[in-house]
């Protein structure tokens, strides 16, 4: 094993350590949580180190860096999850690779995306981004859709072809209410999922908790997390 690969492997060891005992903890099969890695920033030979270690689902926030890396791993059995605030002029792209994408915040992204996936022949998962501390109406600082945005967007989504709608993310806020409250905005994030979850019963995805916190989301009770430092080190460049 290279000196990468055995970096790897033993963060990504000690992640799931915390992921098992997070969900010992709440009282919850480990199979419930699905540990997400974020490989934002770093090459797609890490990529593929982490296939061979065993991920199955990667996540990437921009195109640029996203698109190449995933075009080198096509031959991998992963999952693509965009995670990143996304410009409708990368739609084109970001459909021809990404399996789920976690940050749909606007109508005009629905259409955009619908119409990409018709094009290309694919479907593609959607998660409806909540910024919990959008003002009313108003969208997140690090994009996202106010609670009260939640079920108009989730119409358009169920009723857009080529998408399906899988349900809800957020990133913990640093402003707002929320502040340094991580579980109880994530709880708020399950209730969310749950009001979504009437009328679109499918919609089960709750995306929820980083390096940081992943913790508290496994608490409260996300299906997903998130993870890049603490598998794959702190990033040299802000992504
Ligand atoms: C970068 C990123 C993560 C992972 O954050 P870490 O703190 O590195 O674990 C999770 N979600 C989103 C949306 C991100 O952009």
């Known amino acids: 094993m290279t000196d990468r690969k055995g970096e790897l492997a033993a963060n990504l060891a000690q992640v799931e350590d915390r992921i098992a005992a997070a969900c010992a903890a709440a009282g919850r099969k480990r199979e419930e949580v699905t540990l ?3 490989t934002k920033t770093y090459p797609a ?8 270690l065993g991920v199955r689902d990667v996540a990437e926030n921009k195109d640029q860096d996203a698109a190449p890396k995933a075009a080198e791993c096509s031959d991998l059995p992963l999952t693509w999850h965009f995670v990143g605030q996304l410009q409708t002029n990368k739609v084109r792209s970001v459909a021809g690779y990404a399996d789920m994408v976690q940050s749909v915040d606007r109508a005009r992204l629905v259409t955009a995306l619908s119409r990409e996936a018709e094009r290309q022949g694919r479907e593609l998962g959607c998660l409806i981004q909540v910024a919990l501390d959008a003002s009313e109406g108003g969208r997140g600082e690090r ?12 119409e358009l989504v169920a009723a857009a072809p080529g998408l399906r709608l899988a349900g809800l993310m957020t990133v913990a806020p640093l402003t707002g209410v929320y502040a340094g409250r991580e579980l109880a905005a994530f709880e708020r994030l399950m209730d969310l999922s ?15 908790g980083m ?5 508290q989301a496994v608490a409260a009770g996300a299906t997903h997390v998130r993870v ?9 460049r802000l992504g």
């Open 36 to 38: 997400i890695v974020v």
């Open 143 to 154: 994009g996202g859709v106010g609670p009260d945005g939640i079920e108009e967007l989730g």
């Open 194 to 208: 749950t009001d979504l979850r009437r009328a679109h019963p499918a919609a089960n995805m709750v995306s929820a």
């Open 228 to 236: 890049g430092t603490a598998v794959l080190g702190v990033r040299a």
């Open 45 to 52: 030979s890490d990529v593929r180190m982490l296939s061979e």
């Open 211 to 215: 390096s940081a916190d992943l913790e």
